[in-house]
C-alpha cells in the first residue's frame, strides 16, 4: 500500500499486523511512527511495552523509547494536566536518569510545586552523568527572585561537579 501512494491504507495494514504480531519488526515500527506522529503517546508505549515483552527489542532499548515517550508525553501534558506530566516526567527520569530533556521537566514540574530540593538533586544527578546548557539554566534558576549571588553559587557548584567538562565552565 505504501508503495502505491496510499499512506492511510500502509498504517492501516501495519497497525492491524503490529496487533495481531508484535514480533513483526515492520509493523511494529511503521505503526510507532504513526503513534507519536499523531501524539499517542499511551498507544505508542503500549506497542514498546509488547516489543519487549517478545523480545523483538532489548530491556535498554525499551527503556530508552519509554523514557522518551514518557518524556514527550509529560512535555505534551505540562499545561493542561501538570500531575499527569509530573508523573509522566518523574517515570521517564526513574528509567534514565542521564536523559537531559526528562529530567528538566521533571525538574520543572517540581519547582512550580516548591518541591526545589528533590528537582535540584534531579538535574544534578542529570548533569553529573553529561551537562547540558538547559540543566544549567533551570539549575540556577531554580528559585524565582534569588539573589544573583545565589545562582552563581548555584553555577558553581555545577561547574565542581564536573570540573574539565567544556559545558560546566559555561554553566
Not at 53 to 65: V, Y
Not at 103 to 110: M, P, Q, T
Request: net charge positive; hydrophobic share 45%; charged share 30%.
Amino acid at each position: 500500500a505504501e508503495r502505491l501512494g496510499d499512506r492511510n491504507a500502509a498504517r492501516h495494514y501495519a497497525g492491524r499486523a503490529a496487533a495481531m504480531a508484535p514480533q513483526l519488526a515492520w509493523a511494529a515500527e511503521s505503526t510507532l511512527e504513526d503513534l507519536t506522529g499523531r501524539g499517542d503517546w499511551d498507544g505508542a508505549l503500549k506497542l514498546v511495552e509488547a516489543q519487549k515483552s517478545t523480545r523483538q527489542i532489548e530491556r535498554d532499548a525499551a527503556n530508552r523509547r519509554r523514557a522518551v515517550l514518557l518524556t514527550a508525553k509529560a512535555q505534551a501534558l505540562i499545561d493542561s494536566d501538570p500531575n499527569a506530566a509530573k508523573t509522566a516526567s518523574l517515570e521517564a527520569n526513574r528509567l534514565r536518569p542521564d536523559f537531559a530533556p526528562a529530567a528538566v521537566i521533571a525538574a520543572k514540574l517540581l519547582f512550580r510545586q516548591n518541591d526545589v530540593r528533590k528537582g535540584a538533586k534531579i538535574l544534578e544527578t542529570a548533569w553529573k552523568a553529561e551537562p547540558h546548557p538547559e540543566i544549567a539554566e533551570l539549575y540556577t534558576h531554580a528559585r524565582p527572585g534569588d539573589a544573583v549571588l545565589d545562582r552563581l553559587n548555584r553555577a558553581k557548584k555545577l561547574q565542581e561537579m564536573k570540573k574539565n567538562h567544556a559545558e560546566s565552565s559555561l554553566a
